[in-house]
């Protein structure tokens, strides 16, 4: 229902040599601006009686710092130079491999020890129930427990990272045995477990490896 008082338009704004398309969505009820990158392009959400100059020059001033944001991060994979559990690791050829032979070669090294890990830290948190682990090659999500057949997938991804960033993807899809969603409940057991949550969480958001 609220989304009806949204009114999008998009506009181009010209940064130096580039420029930029942003979707524009002003509501009456907002009191701050932002730009956010989503996957179809900038969107700026801001009040609807901001004067235009002042929706302008956010806009230009805001587009750069997320542009450099994004740049700075660093790439897990980089030629025949691949991030394995957070340590750059020189892998001859691997730049040539096809996506599959890559794929394969990093779930050899995932996926025995989040199955490991997994029994361990499910004995821990005293859970009695064995969960199948499986890896995936997806990119939205770090992990899923599917508590109903009691398994868990875990994003390929996470190879990169160093193991103690992975166990904590470990630890809160076992809190999900426990507690559905993401309820202070759900932050309390699994802080009970991995009292540094937070901090392996910024680290993987922010594709810190190690
Ligand atoms: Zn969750």
Not at 57 to 70: E, Q, Y
Not at 80 to 100: A, L, Q, R
Not at 185 to 199: E, Q, S, T
């Amino acid at each position: 229902m609220a989304k009806r008082h949204f009114k999008g338009y998009f506009e181009t704004y010209r940064i130096g040599e580039e420029s930029f398309e942003v979707e524009i969505r002003l509501s009456p009820y907002r009191r701050s601006t932002s730009l956010s990158l989503r996957k179809n392009g900038f969107v700026c959400n801001a009040p609807s009686r901001l004067p235009k100059e002042n929706l302008d020059s956010f806009i230009v001033s805001s587009i750069p710092k997320i542009l450099s944001k994004i740049k700075k991060k660093p790439e897990p994979i980089e030629g025949d130079d691949v991030y394995i559990f957070g340590i750059k690791t020189h892998i001859e050829g691997f730049s040539s491999m096809s996506k599959e032979k890559r794929n394969a070669l990093l779930k050899k090294e995932l996926l025995p020890y989040v199955k490991e890990m997994t029994k361990e830290y499910s004995i821990k948190m005293g859970i009695k129930e064995d969960y199948e682990v499986k890896v995936r090659d997806c990119h939205s999500v770090y992990g899923v427990n599917h508590r109903k057949t009691l398994s868990i997938t875990y994003s390929l991804n996470l190879v990169h990272y160093d193991k103690h960033i992975i166990d904590s993807v470990i630890i809160h899809e076992l809190t999900h045995h426990f507690v559905y969603g993401h309820s202070e409940k759900f932050y309390k057991i699994l802080l009970g477990v991995a009292p540094d949550y937070r901090l392996s969480r910024k680290k993987l958001i922010n594709h810190i490896y190690a």
